[in-house]
C-alpha cells in the first residue's frame, strides 16, 4: 500500500473512532485496522475484485469493505448501497473525512436500485463486481447481486465458517438468477483470523426480468 494510501486508512480510521453516531461496534483504530479494514482487503485475493473499474457494496453498513476497498482501488468507481439513511450519512462523512473521491453512498434498497437500469441512473447491469459483508445467507446475496451485474461480473460475499446446506442453497439460487457459484477461498486477514471465506459467484448468464423481486422477498422466500 502506498504511503498516500495509508494516510487515507490512518484519517479513515480516526474518522470512525470519531464518528458520534457509529452504526458498530469495532471503532477503536487497532480494532479496527484488523475487523473492518484488512478483513475488507482480503478481497482483493479474488483477481476480478482487483481488477474491477465499476462495484457496488451491497448493505454497506458502517461502510466496509467498500470504504477500504476504494482506498486500495483508486481507479475504480465504489457506490456503498444502503438503505438506511442514517448510516449513508456515515458513510459519506466517512468518506469526506478519508479523501475518498471515488465512493458515493446511494441511499436505496438493493432491489429498488437493482430494478432500475445502468443506463436509466440506476444500478442494473451496471456492475464489474459487488461485494457484501456480513448481510444475508448466500441465496439472498445471489438474488441482490444478480441484476447488478454486467454479464461476466462477480459477487464476493464475506462469509464466516462454511456451511454445506447454506453453498447448495446458494449453488441452486444462481442458477436461477443466471450465476454460477465458481469459488470459495479461505482467507486470513490479520493475525487470529478464523473461519473467514469469500464466496465468489459469476454472472454467466442473462437475470430473467422478474428478478429483483420486491423489497423483503429475497428473505422471506428464498429461492433455493
Same mark, same amino acid.
Given at each position: ?18 464518528? @458520534? ?9 487497532? %480494532?479496527?485496522? $484488523? ?19 465499476? %462495484?457496488? $457494496? ?13 482506498? %486500495? ?21 466517512? /468518506? ?54 454486467? $454479464? ?20 441452486? %439460487? ?14 486470513? @486477514?490479520?493475525?487470529? /483470523?478464523? $473461519? ?25 422466500? @428464498?429461492?433455493?
Amino acid at each position: 500500500m502506498s504511503a498516500g494510501s495509508a494516510e487515507q486508512i490512518r484519517l479513515l480510521l480516526e474518522a470512525l473512532a470519531a464518528e @458520534p453516531d457509529p452504526p458498530t461496534t469495532v471503532r477503536a483504530p487497532a %480494532a479496527a485496522l $484488523d475487523g473492518h479494514v484488512a478483513d475488507s482487503l482480503s478481497g482483493l485475493a479474488v483477481p476480478e475484485l482487483s481488477a474491477t473499474r465499476r %462495484a457496488a $457494496d451491497i448493505g454497506a453498513g458502517a461502510g466496509f469493505p467498500g470504504l477500504a476497498l476504494a482506498v %486500495a482501488l483508486p481507479g475504480a468507481s465504489i457506490d456503498l448501497v444502503e438503505s438506511a439513511g442514517r448510516k449513508a450519512a456515515v458513510i459519506e462523512r466517512l /468518506a469526506r473525512a478519508a479523501e475518498l473521491t471515488n465512493v458515493r453512498a446511494v441511499t436505496a434498497r438493493v432491489e429498488e436500485w437493482g430494478a432500475v437500469p445502468g443506463t436509466a441512473g440506476g444500478g442494473g447491469g451496471a456492475y464489474d463486481a459487488v461485494t457484501v459483508r456480513a448481510v444475508a445467507a448466500l441465496p439472498v446475496l445471489a438474488e441482490y447481486a444478480a441484476p447488478l451485474l454486467r $454479464d461476466g461480473g462477480v459477487l464476493v460475499a464475506w462469509k464466516g465458517a462454511r456451511d454445506a446446506a447454506e453453498e447448495s442453497a446458494g449453488r441452486a %439460487a444462481a442458477e436461477r438468477l443466471g450465476l454460477v457459484a465458481e469459488d470459495v477461498l479461505h482467507v486470513e @486477514p490479520f493475525e487470529g /483470523a478464523r $473461519d473467514r471465506h469469500l464466496h465468489v459467484y459469476r454472472k454467466v448468464a442473462p437475470t430473467p426480468e422478474r428478478f429483483p423481486r420486491r423489497p423483503g422477498i429475497a428473505v422471506k422466500r @428464498p429461492l433455493a
